[in-house]
């Protein structure tokens, strides 16, 4: 099956600066990359994806990445704000069973005031 | 619309106890699936179901069954609790099975084996 990898585990960054972190996956059939945004107590929340015909997306402060031939794709915040302090989970998943996610193991990311 | 629903929140059992988790969702989507999470480890899938009368296993689905007798409910039953169960379970759904359809998901219940 898949594997997804996600590093860091923890990144804090002070307000205003940019955020980034990076998921590798392992099966070459994968071909959607979302992203999640956990807050405490809280399910996960899409924020952001990808499909792998695509090779970057953005939306707002947001963006996303994706290589297909290293196999890795990654989430770009800029301009952070404290609200953004949760932990992101990057996942992927092969179109035959699209909404059958692998996730990574989570980056919990701290914004300083 | 409340979105998807999971009671209870939170459940201590004992080893060997059963017990069901509720999970509901009011926006008529087709496809439903159970997540656990554990420190360390992302979100794993247990079990999904594809439209009711239809379920398959995920990644991590021993010691749990499921049924989709509607397409509201979709009961997570652990028949025999044992400690390795202790986790926080999500539910979550959406209106197909493609990538187009993101998945909701509820807020999960935090449950304890001891």
């Known amino acids: 099956g898949e594997n997804v990898e996600q590093h860091p585990s923890t990144l804090s960054v002070q307000e205003g600066d940019s955020a980034v972190i990076k998921c590798t996956y392992s099966?070459?059939?994968?071909?959607?990359f979302p992203w999640y945004k956990q807050e405490l107590g809280k399910g996960p929340q899409l924020i952001i994806d990808?499909?792998?015909?695509?090779g970057e997306k953005k939306d707002q402060r947001i963006a996303v990445t994706l290589n297909k031939t290293a196999k890795h794709f990654s989430l770009h915040i800029t301009e952070t704000q404290p609200e953004d302090s949760a932990v992101y989970f990057c996942?992927?998943?092969?179109?035959?069973?699209?909404?059958?996610?692998?996730f990574g193991t989570g980056t919990r990311l701290t914004v300083i005031p | 619309n409340a979105g998807v629903t999971q009671t209870p929140k939170f459940q201590v059992l004992k080893t060997g106890q059963s017990m069901t988790l509720q999970c509901a969702q009011d926006m008529n989507h087709e496809y439903m699936s159970w997540y656990r999470q554990d420190p360390g480890m992302g979100l794993r899938l247990i079990h999904y179901s594809v439209g009711a009368g239809i379920t398959d296993q995920g990644e991590v689905p021993n010691g749990y069954n499921v049924s989709r007798s509607t397409t509201e409910d979709f009961p997570l039953r652990l028949l025999s609790a044992a400690p390795s169960q202790t986790s926080v379970y999500f539910c979550?759904?959406?209106?197909?099975?493609?990538?187009?359809?993101?998945?909701?998901f509820g807020n999960g219940t935090r449950l304890t084996v001891t």
């Open positions: 979550a759904s959406s209106y197909s099975e493609g990538i187009n359809s993101p998945l909701h």
């Open positions: 990808i499909r792998s015909n695509v």
């Open positions: 996942a992927a998943t092969s179109q035959t069973g699209a909404n059958n996610l692998f």
């Open positions: 099966d070459s059939a994968s071909n959607y």
